[in-house]
Structures are given as C-alpha cells and as structure tokens.
C-alpha cells in the first residue's frame, strides 16, 4: 500500500501549515504581551494536534491554554483567564462564546479559525492536577518528546482510517478514539498498519501502559491506555464497547481487503429515498418515529440527554411486553431532533400475566388471592399468577399517555429535553422523515450499520 499517496491528500499543504503556524504565533505574541503589560503570571502555550503536528487537512484548530501558578485561587484564574481569552478575540475582531469543562474557556473565530482559549493550571505531573484540563500541556509534551515526523504521519493516517469507519473522536455523540489516544496507539505500535495488526487480537479489557505504572486493574473499560502523563487516569475511558469493537472489526476488515485506499475515503453513497423507503418496507417492522424540537444546549449536553431518553423510552415500551427490535435518535443539532424505534410488534393481546409472589409465601399469597379473587389465579412456575386486561395494547397510544405531564417522570428524560419533549413531540412518518437530507442520512445508517467498517 502507498501510503503516500494518501498522506499527500490527508496530511496539511505547507501552505496550510505555514497559515495556521502564523496565526498561533500571532495569538500567542498577543496574549504574553498582554500578560507582561498587565502583570499577570500565565505562560502561554499552543497545545494539541496542531502543536504536536497530528492534525489532518482541514482540521487545524487552535487550542491556547493559559497556564497559572498553582497558588493562584480557581476565582482568579477563571477571572483573569477570561479576561485574557476576551482582549485577544476583540484585538483580532473575532466573535468569541463561552464554553465549560472543568470551568470556562472562551471558543472564539478568529480569521477563519476555530481558537479554543483555556486557563488552566502549570502542573509538571498528575499529582498536581486541579483540574481535569490541566493534563493537555503535559500530553503535548510527551508526544511531541515521543513520536518522529514520520510517527506524525503515522497518526494521520490511524486518524483518517478511524474517522471513515465511524470509530474518531471522543465526543459522546461519537464515543470513539480520542486523538490523543490515536497518537499513544502509534507510539506504542510504531506505524499504523502495526496498530491494526495489534487490534485484531484485543481482547475487552486490552491494557497498555507505555510507563510502566501497573494500575491498569483498577479500570474495567474496553481499552485501557494508561495515561503516560498520570497513572491514574484511562486515556480511553470514553471509548464505548460498540466503538472498540468496530475498530477491531475494521482493521481485521482492511488488513484482509484488496481494495485499501477506499478505507481512506468517505463512502460513495447515492443515497435515495425511493430505495430506502422500500428497504424499510422489505423489514416488515413497524416503524414509530417521534419528532421535536430540542432547546438551545451544548452539544455535548445534547447528545447524552437523547441517548439517555431514547433508551428509556426503549426499555419501558419492552417491559410493557412491545417487542423492540432496534432504537436510535438523530438530531441536526440546531432545531429537531428524532427518536426511531422499530417495532418486531406494536400490537398486543389484550391480557397480561400478573406475576404475585412465590407460592411459598403464605401470607403475601393470601393477600394476592384476597385481592384478585382464588378462582382467577393460576401457578406459573413457582409464582402465583393473575391474568388481567392490559391498560395499552397498541405502542403508540402508551407512548402517548407516557408523554403526559402526569406520566412522563416515569422514564429518565434529559432533564433539558423534558419541557420541549411535552409541548412539541409530534409521531411522524417515515415518508415525511425521509424528505429531510439529514433524517434520510439517518435512515439510511439506521438500516445499514455495518456499512462503514467494510469497503
């Protein structure tokens, strides 16, 4: 495989480079004259992948971090910190929001670029952390001591391969490969091709400790990667079980495959709605999608309120006896959001099994055939039984008593979600969802998961 060749499409133009290069220095010129003008004790320092050379094409957002002596109170460095991040997004006519990790950072555009400007504190290792962001200068340190030019390619090229198989990037509406762990995946590995050879053998619980700190046991994560900068901490704690085993699918699927330089593209889709929808049609399922509006949140807010909505949704519609056979959400993250549920049934009989206790209960037994009369009930098991009337034998209606104000509490809805979900949900169908660009993208993912871990 040549990967220069991909590496010439993927990797940033010097022209690119040298951009980005200026404007750092230019960002970070200000901020230190700043803080020499006005006395203030932070060193400045460009972090993540564009300092560390493992950004791709495209890609070459700005991360500042302002870094404190230790002795600085968090009101001060929150204060000052922002204050800093705000003079330089004005000086360079930028239009800056405020975001929040362990505290607030300011994401400004600035002449095109995304610049995330972050106080944090000069810690020299994880024993000193006072906050979760104070780690990135010391990440960047340590893959900049370790990885070669040609390791930075190496990164690029696990980067790419991960972000076309659906399985980069740590934000929870992904759950996969954070960058970081990309690039101690190549250190450890050597080259990309040596990761994937790794991963087809993984194993759930795989552990990687580049330093040597034997505390892998105490995490229970899919992937265990010792964060190298403090022992204590699994660099791969938010990749999810489903991402990890994708990759492994992924590469087992690439290192086998003839045609390798498609993994390093985005998938040829001509996507059409008549062939989805007669797809859908093919299944013999029923199809139950929920549409409403979503308020105005972070994303990273967002998307683990949907999720958690959409599996508890799932979970009570099976314990009422519906049959689930698969459930997803979507949103385009401005104004709607979907929950899709396919239905292996929708319908039910109009009796239900009422379990009561164990018939060697004397007592609590008595009371069940007190209750709902001797002659109704019946053993299953060893469980003394009722048969009763269903309250709801069709899923959309207890979807639709469920989405009361009285009832709604019954399941785990983003506590943000909950207002919207009330005053807007409205059942849609699938026709009318496929009209959407981005709901028919959905759909077509929904149908075909498999579809970007194979060429």
């Known amino acids: 495989m040549d990967y220069e060749l991909i590496l010439k499409d993927i990797k940033p133009t010097q022209e690119e480079q040298n951009d980005i290069d200026a404007m750092s220095d230019k960002l970070v010129g200000f901020l230190n004259e700043t803080c020499k003008n006005q006395d ?3 060193k400045i320092a460009v972090v993540g992948s564009v300092a560390k050379r493992t950004a791709l094409r495209g890609k070459s957002d700005i991360d500042i971090f302002m870094a404190f002596p230790l002795d600085v109170s968090e009101d001060t460095l929150k204060e000052k910190g922002l204050e800093l991040a705000h003079k330089c997004n004005d000086a360079f006519d930028g239009t800056a929001s405020h975001h929040y990790a362990s505290h607030p950072y300011v994401q400004a555009n600035i002449e095109g670029y995304e610049v995330d400007m972050v106080p944090c504190y000069e810690i020299e290792d994880g024993s000193q952390l006072k906050s979760a962001v104070d780690r990135t200068i010391l990440h960047t340190r340590y893959v900049k001591r370790h990885l070669t030019p040609e390791g930075c390619d190496e990164v690029l090229l696990l980067k790419r391969f991960m972000d076309m198989t659906g399985t980069y990037g740590s934000e929870f509406k992904v759950g996969g490969f954070a960058g970081y762990l990309c690039e101690l995946l190549i250190i450890k590995y050597g080259s990309f091709e040596e990761t994937l050879k790794a991963a087809t053998n993984w194993q759930y619980g795989h552990i990687i400790d580049l330093e040597d700190y034997g505390t892998g046991g105490q995490f ?50 001509h996507i059409d709605k008549e062939s989805i929808l007669n797809e859908l049609e093919k299944r013999g399922s029923d199809f139950i999608a929920i549409k409403f509006d979503i308020p105005d949140m972070p994303l990273d807010t967002l998307h683990p309120q949907l999720k958690m909505t959409t599996e508890a949704l799932a979970d009570k519609i099976a ?12 949103s385009d993250e401005k104004d709607t959001a979907v929950i899709l549920l396919e239905m292996a049934s929708s319908k039910l009989n109009n009796i239900k099994i009422n379990y009561g206790p164990k018939i060697y209960l004397n007592k609590a037994c008595n009371n069940f055939t007190a209750k709902y009369g001797p002659e109704t009930c019946h053993i299953i098991d060893d469980f003394l039984v009722h048969a009763q009337k269903r309250q709801f034998t069709d899923v959309v209606q207890f979807i639709e008593d469920l989405f009361t104000t009285e009832h709604i509490r019954k399941i785990k809805v983003g506590k943000n979600l909950r207002k919207a979900i009330l005053n807007s949900y409205e059942f849609t169908s699938i026709e009318d969802l496929a009209e959407d660009e ?13 579809q970007y871990i194979v060429r």
């Not at 999810?240 to 590469?251: D, G, V």
């Not at 314990?319 to 979507?330: G, I, L, P, R, T």
């Open 40 to 42: 203030i004790s932070a």
């Open 220 to 269: 229970n994560d899919p992937l265990i990667m010792i964060d190298p900068t403090d022992k204590n901490r699994n660099v791969g704690a938010a990749l999810r079980l489903n991402k990890f085993s994708e990759f492994i699918q992924s590469a087992r699927n690439y290192l086998s495959s003839d045609n390798k330089r498609d993994y390093f593209y985005p998938l040829d889709k």
């Open 319 to 330: 314990n009422e006896e519906f049959n689930v056979f698969c459930a997803d959400y979507a």
């Open 438 to 450: 981005f709901y028919i993208t959905f759909l077509d993912d929904f149908i075909n998961p498999g």
